[in-house]
Nanobody
Framework: QVQLVESGGGLVQAGGSLRLSCAASGSILRFNAMAWYRQAPGKQRELVATSGDSTNYADAVKGRFTISRDNAKNAVYLQMNSLKPEDTAVYYC?????????????WGQGTQVTVSS
């Protein structure tokens, strides 16, 4: 049973920084891709950043957020700088594992990030 556990969320003032962490357990295989999503109240979940064959960021976070991975630990991190109130959301860790022709996707439980103005 693969589990993803996020940590590092909290309350921060605009302009501040936070670092989110996501640790995986239960998988001895390296994930093909790991990503961060977020969901603000009343909005759909949106992709923030991915790390797989390539690294990609949502336009809204480019230049401010950095995704990184520790493959030995099957972990992914999100360094968030210059935070804005509109970054307030629940942030979710996502991991993708491809075995032959099957794709397995896993989600964490989410961690709240609140940016005050």
């Amino acid at each position: 049973q693969v589990q993803l556990v996020e940590s590092g969320g909290g309350l921060v003032q605009a302009g501040g920084s936070l670092r989110l962490s996501c640790a995986a357990s239960g998988s001895i295989l390296r994930f093909n891709a790991m990503a961060w999503y977020r969901q603000a109240p009343g909005k759909q979940r949106e992709l923030v950043a991915t790390s797989g064959d390539s690294t990609n960021y949502a336009d809204a976070v480019k230049g401010r957020f950095t995704i990184s991975r520790d493959n030995a630990k099957n972990a992914v991190y999100l360094q968030m700088n210059s935070l804005k109130p509109e970054d307030t959301a629940v942030y979710y860790c996502n991991a993708e594992l491809r075995i032959v022709s099957k794709k397995y996707e896993y989600w964490g439980q989410g961690t709240q990030v609140t940016v005050s103005s």
